[in-house]
């Protein structure tokens, strides 16, 4: 396989978040080949405004469209927030919506992963989250998903779980499987 470069997007902008250690876990277990870049700035892009997307739009969000650009594939891990989508995820696909119909993941492969604290782990976040990315532009992975519940890591990392390891392994090669 080619080189594959994966954008990796997370829902939450705590630095200890368990979906911020899965994306850990996916960079680290990824594939020979498989490169995961983490977009790392989605709490310095401003709330999506049409009047000042433009040619002196944020710096921040021409730093994520040349992200989202040069990536192959895109890999979303993501919390729930009161039962929906993180706000600062919201944000971000919608600048990444931006030229519409040409949107810099335009037709790419996405998968959406994550942990939340209810029992299904935060399947309502990750059906909006792939239902809004869906209509954004990225081609989204429909049968690669994973919504862990996070009592499940019991107050560890989630690469201590090796049940947890090689699920999001999987995610990671099902979703690189899509590029071409």
Not at 26 to 50: C, H, I, K, M, W
Not at 135 to 162: T, Y
């Amino acid at each position: 396989m080619a080189d594959v470069k994966v954008l990796v997007l997370v829902g939450s902008l705590r630095a200890a978040s368990l979906n911020r250690q899965l994306a850990q876990v996916a960079a680290e277990t990824a594939p020979a080949g498989v490169s995961l870049q983490l977009f790392d700035r989605l709490g310095d892009l401003p709330f999506y405004n049409e009047d000042v997307d433009g040619d002196g739009v944020a710096e921040a969000v021409q730093a994520l469209r040349l992200a989202a650009a040069e990536a192959d594939a895109a890999l979303v891990v993501t919390p729930e927030y009161n039962g929906s989508i993180p706000g600062v995820l919201k944000n971000a696909i919608d600048w990444l919506s931006r030229p519409y119909g040409n949107g810099a993941l335009n037709g790419k492969p996405l998968a959406v992963i994550g942990t939340a604290l209810g029992q299904y782990g935060g399947v309502w976040a990750h059906d909006e989250t792939r239902k809004s990315f869906g209509v954004a532009g990225p081609r989204v992975v429909e049968d690669v998903k994973l919504s862990l519940p996070a009592a499940i890591f019991d107050g560890k990392h989630p690469r201590e779980n090796g049940d947890v390891v090689q699920q999001v392994r999987e995610v990671v090669e099902k979703l690189t499987a899509e590029v071409g």
